[in-house]
Every structure is written in C-alpha cells, then in structure tokens.
C-alpha cells in the first residue's frame, strides 16, 4: 500500500515538472510565433545563445554540485527558474534558427 506523504510528493514534482514544460513551451512558442521577438533573434549574432548555454550550465552544474541547495525550499525553486528560463530561451532561439 502506498503511503499517502509519497502521493503528495508524487503529486507536487509532477505538478512542478508540468508546470516547467508549459513554461518552456510557452517560450519557446514566443520565440516562434512573435515576429518582433523572431526578427530579432534572426537578425543577432549567435551571443545570446551561447550566454543561455553557460548560464544553463553553470546553474546545473552548481545545483548539482552543491547538495545542501536542493534541499532549501526557496533556493531550489529561484534556481529552477533560472534554469527553466535558459532552457527556453536557448531551445527558443534553436527553433527560430531552424524552423
């Protein structure tokens, strides 16, 4: 039988991942389908994706380094939003590249 405090935190990271893929999608969705946002990622040299790829990573690289933050309720949540924001923006400006 399952417990139900394993149900609840079942239910609270699929509600987080959820809500992470929506807001990934929605950005790269105004990537894509807002033309002053996609002229101007067309019309921009490549910085801007290389400044979410090192951004994106080095956020990963020190919430997976550093243990002690993932367990801190609001760190861990300021840190996935950094992480979510550079993730749609980067997949955001790939998919106006090559749409």
């Known amino acids: ?3 139900l405090n394993l149900f609840v935190i079942f239910r609270m990271v699929y509600l987080t991942l959820t809500v992470q893929g929506l807001l990934i999608d929605g950005i790269i969705a105004a990537h ?3 033309p ?3 002229d101007y990622y ?3 040299s490549s910085w801007r994706f290389w400044l979410y790829w090192i951004v994106a990573l080095t956020v990963s690289t020190s919430f997976s380094a550093l243990n002690h933050l993932m367990r801190l309720a ?3 949540l300021v840190m996935l939003g950094i992480i979510t924001a550079c993730t749609g923006g980067l997949l955001g400006s ?3 590249y090559f749409e």
């Open 42 to 44: 067309m019309n921009l």
């Open 32 to 34: 894509l389908y807002w």
């Open 94 to 96: 790939i998919s106006v």
């Open 1 to 3: 039988m399952i417990s």
């Open 36 to 38: 002053v946002l996609k």
């Open 74 to 76: 609001p760190m861990n």
